[in-house]
């Protein structure tokens, strides 16, 4: 009997093993929860593109690509820092409310929408589209010449 208890350990090496891998695991998935968190918040950022800018009669043509997973409201239009305004749109999920003057841009939308204003041959125009939450998207192109 005396053999017996001079003889006991207190966890064998399989039990620890078990008991560290365990509590590894549950920590990883913790900071996994708590790092992957900030992410969903960074996703949802407005993620807007103007791909293209065709100088037509009375403004700009302005073709835009929404490549977020959430709508785009712009609030704002300016054409080389000069306040201007939007007056039509173009394409589905591109919607455009006259009330408020605003134009939503649906995710994985493209269309395109005019921004008034007048410009002249061979000068660079630079268009900033601004959002509702401040964003602001742009793009420089160069009038033609001819």
Known sequence: MKKMLNNKKALSPVVASII???VTVAVSIAVAAWMGAP???FTATEQL???KIDFAHGGFN???LNTGITPVTIMDARV???ATSITGVNGNGVDYDDTAGTVTIQANTRGWILVSGSWENGKNYEIKLISSK???FMRTET???D
Do not use: D, E, R
Request: charged share 0%; proline share 5%.
């Open 143 to 145: 009038a033609p010449t």
């Open 20 to 22: 560290l891998i365990t």
């Open 39 to 41: 992410t969903f918040i």
């Open 134 to 136: 401040g964003n602001v």
């Open 80 to 82: 080389n820092n000069q």
């Open 62 to 64: 302005v073709t835009i």
């Open 49 to 51: 593109q103007i791909t």
